[in-house]
Structure formats: C-alpha cells, structure tokens
C-alpha cells in the first residue's frame, strides 16, 4: 500500500474474544481514501496473535507483522 492517509492503531492485550471483530469492522468500512491498520499485541497469552495472523493472511493483500523474541518481565 502507498501512502496511507488514515493509519489505524490498535492496541490490544488478551483479546481473543473481540480482536477478530474488530479488525474486520476496520477493514469492512466503505472508503475512498488509502488507509492501513496497525496493531500492536503486547505479548498475548491467549489466541489474539494467532486469530490476528489467520485476519492478515485471509483479508489484507500486504502484513507487516514484527513479533517480540522475548516476552516482557
């Protein structure tokens, strides 16, 4: 994507209940206007990761995903 006009932050911690519906709901929206959605996961003990991983990998043509190599202490 070129020049994103609208960048969209999400952060999130735990949430594998919501994280899907969340992005989706971002990503469904109606624009005329290049955007990206940015999501920082802060070492997430459940699904959120992985559920965020199958999102990119079924919806969004290009991912940016970087993981941390050690969780915080």
């Not at 949430?15 to 624009?31: A, G």
């Amino acid at each position: 994507m070129n020049n994103p006009k609208v960048s969209v932050c999400i952060v999130t911690y735990n949430q594998e209940k919501y994280i899907k519906q969340c992005v989706e709901s971002i990503l469904n929206q109606d624009v005329d206007f290049p955007f990206e959605v940015i999501v920082g996961d802060d070492c997430s003990t459940d699904k959120t990761l992985e559920i965020l991983k199958s999102i990119s990998i079924e919806t969004v043509s290009y991912t940016h995903l970087t993981l941390p190599t050690t969780p915080y202490v």
